[in-house]
């Protein structure tokens, strides 16, 4: 079949060199696509939200799948656009309807959906900038450390961990009334802070039915000992070593099976992934978070540990027979450290030849931030390159990843050198 895959990122090229190790998949369109992608996949210069030209798009080259990797068309609406228009509806689109999507697209949704479902999560309250004043009061009453989450999309970087109460209250203030992250943090959570060490668990649904992907841990803060500024995730592990059986069989009756049964309750079309950010404290889950895709850099690692056709997988999704198919995962440990630009998270330079990406053996380069240029692969992005491998724990497949890294080269490139070091 052809399929049309949307997104630019690490994630998107992840996925593309899975669907393309099904023989269900016959061609594949990547909408923008990087240099990755242009190396394994058709790319088309086609934004993941224009839905008129991608409606066009699909017309013109018989696309009998979507496939949507970022938030941002899934936030929009292209589910409900395929399902409401006579001459799409009969496409499968991967990823939830609009309402779905808003567990991502808010938070102050997610964080009532999941008090709704008795799914355990962290206390919070929300505010704007016309409550700011009970915002001050509220965060009186937490302990510190105080976390603030913008209630609305701003690219993985609209939470902010502060330990001093009067730094709460101003950066609350620099949120709503200044607008730090535009119309993103018109609303603000305020939320208690919780203890314990972070991991992601991610989910395969057709509406009724899962399936519970390998989990992963991924790395926000730029520097080393996670410190420094928050990024879209510097590099990830999976599984997670801490992940026993004990904590998984909790994680899916407290809350894999009641956020599937929540959805179905509340009447929510979803049919694609759910990732859900968790924290393990003292041994219980709870939830900080829902994505409604998957995550990046963590797409780097659950996807090469994915044995299982996804393409037929995604298949059973559309027909809400996920139930039907075995998931098959491979029991080696998979790891990815991000490569990026020099100053990212803030402001960075693009354009830089990048060489070195022919010498890497044994692992495997997935693009992030790249095009291109006169047949050099450049930077193009904050998070320019993925380089995943695979080893018997965690610490053989990180030593592989440095290993490549060292072969790979651009000016000004920067990568963490303690991926895994909390484990």
């Not at 060490?197 to 399936?211: A, M, W």
């Not at 790891?335 to 990026?340: A, D, E, F, Q, S």
């Amino acid at each position: 079949m052809t399929i049309l895959l949307l997104g630019s990122g690490g994630r998107e090229h992840a996925l593309a060199w899975k669907m393309l190790q099904s023989s269900k998949c016959s061609k594949l369109f990547v909408a923008p696509g990087n240099a990755g992608t242009a190396s394994i996949a058709t790319n088309i210069s086609i934004q993941p939200t224009d839905f008129e030209s991608i409606k066009s798009f699909v017309f013109k080259e018989k696309i009998e799948m979507v496939v949507v990797g970022p938030e941002d068309p899934l936030v929009a609406g292209i589910f409900d656009f395929f399902k409401n228009d006579d001459e799409l509806k009969s496409i499968p689109v991967i990823g939830p309807s609009k309402e779905g999507a808003k567990l991502e697209g808010s938070k102050e949704y997610a964080k009532e959906f999941l008090i709704k479902h008795k799914i355990p999560t962290a206390a919070y309250d929300s505010f704007t900038a016309d409550t700011v004043e009970k915002g001050y009061q509220f965060l009186e009453t937490l302990s510190p450390p105080y976390v603030l989450k913008a209630d609305g999309l701003a690219a993985g970087k609209g939470v902010v961990i502060l330990k001093d109460l009067d730094e709460a209250k101003s950066e609350l203030r620099n949120m709503l009334v200044l607008q730090k992250f535009g119309n993103a943090s018109s609303k603000v959570v305020i939320e208690e802070f919780l203890d314990g060490i972070e991991l992601s668990c991610f989910v395969l649904t057709d509406g009724k039915n899962y399936k519970i992907l390998p989990t992963a841990k991924d790395y926000k803060r730029i520097g080393e000992g996670d410190t420094g500024l928050n990024t879209g995730g510097m590099g990830a592990v999976s599984p997670v070593p801490f992940a026993d059986a004990a904590l998984m069989e909790k994680i899916e009756n407290r809350i894999v099976k009641p956020t599937i049964e929540g959805l179905q309750k509340d009447g929510i079309e979803y049919k694609g992934f759910v990732f859900i950010g968790l924290i393990n404290v003292k041994g219980e889950p709870m939830v900080i978070e829902y994505n409604v895709r998957m995550g990046d850099p963590e797409t780097e690692v659950v996807m090469p540990r994915i044995k299982s056709d996804l393409v037929e997988l995604f298949l059973a999704v559309a027909d809400e027979k996920l139930d039907q198919v075995s998931l098959e995962i491979d029991s080696r440990s998979a790891t990815t450290i991000m490569v990026v630009s020099g100053g990212y998270p803030e402001e960075f330079e693009k354009g830089k030849t990048i060489t070195g990406i022919e010498n890497v053996q044994d692992s495997i380069v997935f693009h992030a931030g790249t095009k291109l240029e006169n047949g050099n692969v450049v930077s193009n992005g904050g998070r320019v390159l993925a380089v995943t491998s695979y080893g018997n724990d965690f610490k053989e497949a990180i030593k592989k990843s440095y290993q490549n890294i060292e072969k790979l080269h651009f000016d000004k490139m920067y990568f963490r050198k303690d991926i895994g070091f909390d484990l």
